[in-house]
């Protein structure tokens, strides 16, 4: 009988398949924690699909191989009835591995969810939690009596465990519902703690990183209920009002770019539950679980293991251990942990506050597009950046007049007379029909697949990176509406207003005439 998949790649797949994809899953937790961040820094199309993947594969790897060990662990198919203690040693260091899956299930701290979609889905994932937690307590408890793993798989358990329940947790908090009720809770007077932290004198005067991420920390705490549809006090829009009117735009730029960096990570990582006392508690014993495992793994008699199984286990907690240390250090060197610090005096006057500037420094943004400047701000933007500092365009009018592969017509006038220019013409013309074909079918496979509105993003999108001229611009325009907007009403018209109220701002001599063509605009 012929099989479509030879018996030698299936002995291989059996052998090696929870091997190699628990490695894999480990590759791709590392590749996450590292590369995350750049998804606020790049609007590169082929990037962020290549994240979106690894996002979902991730899951997908850490969930079949637990399943797989269970499977396996009850398949005695196959199996070599002579060599009973080789098969349980398998069962035992792979019953070992399961708790891993549960820390890779609990995924890296930069990224929990892709989009604010997989924010509401956190009930799911709290229903995986539970059947992934009941799994790997199966695939253990089947190992048990015997198995001389068993303390370091507890340990490593308890670990996973906290992992998995910090993801939940996050999603949880970042789920539109949630965030609204958490508005309605009672927090701290962020006004009187930044007048205590800024004198006037520095509000007024230049605003160093520490001060810069204080102050966009303070005006996030203000209006982060604008993401759920709350309205802002008279109190609070005039505050703001007051600082921004009295700011330079490069000030300003600086300000709400690291604003909408606590956006970003309240929505899309763990800071909520890790930037607390309960959560510094648990971040600790889960790295303590990391390295008490490997520890207790050490000192296990490991003669009965194969060799590259005791090299795949050491490389899965040595692994976790790196992954942990780059949390730490994330933790430790955020924006968050700046706000933090500055409510100790001691702290701010000791050197971590001038290290703090320091690394702060380096993610200033810098509007100047010229010469060498370009090239320096698109490696540090990348880099250390909080954003990409790119403004997409989307070309509208090479979106409506975009061509079309009509039959070629050649000018038989301005064709050689002779067998070349007949070749032409033939070549021309033949060319003309085979791109109308292919452009037809084309088009019709992406309406199939509903893939219209990405491919017109990725044609006719244009990436303008943000200069001095333009946000100077930008900032002077946002700064005159403030100054119209005395009240409720005017402040809905200007902003309901659009191009008319341009229109009418540009040319008060021809106001009657304008609101002739543009009535609406008192509505």
Aim: charged residues 25%; aromatic residues 14%.
């Amino acid at each position: 009988m012929v099989t479509p998949i030879p018996k030698s790649v299936r002995e291989i797949w059996k052998e090696w398949n929870i091997r190699g994809i628990i490695l894999f899953s480990l590759a791709l937790q590392a590749f996450l924690i590292m590369v995350a961040p750049f998804r606020k820094r790049t609007s590169n199309k082929f990037f962020i699909f290549l994240l979106w993947m690894s996002y979902l594969l991730a899951d997908w790897a850490a969930s079949f191989t637990v399943g797989h060990i269970s499977s396996k662990q009850n398949d005695d198919s196959g199996r070599d009835k002579g060599c009973y203690a080789n098969n349980k040693a398998d069962d035992i260091i792979q019953a070992f591995w399961a708790p891993f899956l549960l820390l890779h299930l609990g995924g890296p701290d930069t990224i929990t969810a892709f989009s604010l979609e997989d924010n509401e889905l956190w009930l799911r994932h709290l229903l995986a939690l539970v059947t992934q937690v009941l799994a790997t307590a199966y695939v253990f408890i089947q190992t048990v009596p015997g198995n001389i793993l068993w303390k370091p798989t507890i340990v490593m358990f308890i670990g996973g465990i906290i992992k998995y329940v910090e993801r939940t947790r996050a999603l949880y908090k970042a789920s539109l519902s949630t965030f609204r009720a958490s508005l309605l809770e009672k927090t701290p007077n962020y006004a009187e703690y930044t007048s205590k932290a800024f004198s006037k004198d520095v509000v007024q005067g230049h605003l160093k990183e520490i001060e810069i991420v204080n102050l966009a920390h303070y005006y996030f705490q203000i209006f982060k209920g604008l993401i759920v549809d709350s309205i802002l006090s008279i109190e609070e829009r005039d505050e703001s009002r007051k600082f921004f009117m009295s700011r330079t735009a490069t000030d300003a730029y600086r300000v709400m770019g690291v604003e909408l960096n606590f956006i970003y990570e309240v929505l899309y990582t763990k800071v909520q539950v890790v930037h607390n006392t309960v959560g510094y508690v648990f971040r600790f014993l889960a790295f303590a679980s990391i390295f008490a495992t490997l520890v207790l793994f050490y000192f296990v008699d490991k003669d009965d293991f194969k060799a590259f199984d005791v090299r795949t286990t050491y490389t899965l907690l040595l692994g976790a251990i790196f992954l942990d240390a780059i949390a730490l250090f994330n933790l430790i060197f955020s924006d968050w942990s700046v706000v933090g610090m500055y409510k100790y005096s001691k702290i701010r006057k000791s050197c971590v506050s001038r290290m703090l500037e320091w690394l702060l420094k380096l993610q200033e943004p810098n509007l100047h597009n010229s010469g060498s400047n370009l090239f320096n701000r698109r490696i540090r933007a990348t880099l250390f950046g909080r954003w990409s500092e790119v403004i997409s365009g989307y070309n509208f009018i090479t979106y409506s007049l975009r061509e079309r592969f009509d039959d070629i017509e050649i000018d038989q006038d301005h064709v050689e007379c002779c067998w070349n220019g007949v070749l032409i013409n033939k070549i021309k013309y033949a060319y003309g029909k085979v791109t109308k074909c292919f452009t037809k079918i084309s088009n019709i496979m992406i309406d199939i697949l509903g893939l219209t509105g990405i491919v017109n993003e990725l044609k006719y999108t244009i990436g303008y990176r943000m200069n001095e001229h333009l946000w100077n611009f930008i900032f002077k325009e946002l700064q005159d509406k403030a100054k119209d907007a005395e009240d409720v009403k005017m402040a809905k018209r200007i902003c309901e207003a659009k191009g008319s109220y341009v229109l009418l701002k540009g040319m008060k001599d021809n106001e009657e005439e304008i609101k002739e063509l543009v009535p609406y605009i008192d509505e």
